[in-house]
């Protein structure tokens, strides 16, 4: 990517220094995001939460359950009357073992540890279940890209190089390759 710099002036465009806040705040959130799912998974072999809407015209749920190590996802019909809307619950767990759950008149595939359950009986009843690890492994590889991005180019900089990788040492002012000056790469 090539910075064209006016003569004289050495501070950065305002879109790059747009693109470089709006870099840092997604490389941060990563992390962020990675963190709160362990204290998720950690949580869920303590309380089980449900998370339902129900429909108020076709009686159907919508849930997420965090319970015991997995999050799962669910719709069905509800046998039961119940106000139409958002319900939120929590209950303890006296017992943190999980077993898979082949429902009654249903079958569940499996893939790696994430299983998928659909009912024979009703044909919008289905659930899928997914272990947190999963869900925690995309954000924990971008975090580890991301800080080996960081100190790749910390250690570029500390020995003279430019981030596109050119040695630096005989053009103080700037980069032949890119064409980025010195000021660029400091910030």
């Excluded at 015209?57 to 997995?70: D, K, M, Q």
């Excluded at 659909?118 to 991301?146: C, F, H, N, T």
Aim: hydrophobic fraction near 40%; glycine fraction near 6%; charged fraction near 20%.
């Amino acid at each position: 990517m090539l910075h064209i710099v006016a003569k004289g002036n050495t501070s950065p465009s305002r879109s790059s220094t747009c693109r470089r806040w709006l870099n840092f705040f997604a490389t941060a959130s990563v992390p962020v995001f990675f963190i709160a799912i362990c204290l998720m998974w950690a949580r869920s072999f303590y309380v089980e939460d449900y998370l339902s809407h129900y429909s108020r015209t076709s009686r159907i749920f919508s849930s997420i359950v965090s319970e015991r190590g997995f999050l799962s996802v669910g719709r069905g019909p509800s046998g039961l009357v119940i106000a139409p809307g958002w319900d939120y619950r929590q209950e303890a767990i006296e017992t943190p073992l999980y077993r898979w759950w082949d429902g009654p008149g249903g079958q569940s595939k499996r893939l790696l540890a994430a299983e998928y359950w659909k009912s024979d009986i009703e044909d919008q009843q289905w659930m899928i279940r997914v272990p947190y690890w999963i869900i925690g492994l995309a954000p924990a590889i971008a975090s580890a890209l991301l800080f080996l991005r960081f100190l790749q180019k910390r250690r570029r900089r500390a020995s003279g190089m430019c981030e596109c990788g050119y040695d630096l040492r005989e053009s103080p002012t700037r980069c032949p390759e890119c064409g980025k000056t010195i000021a660029q790469l400091k910030c």
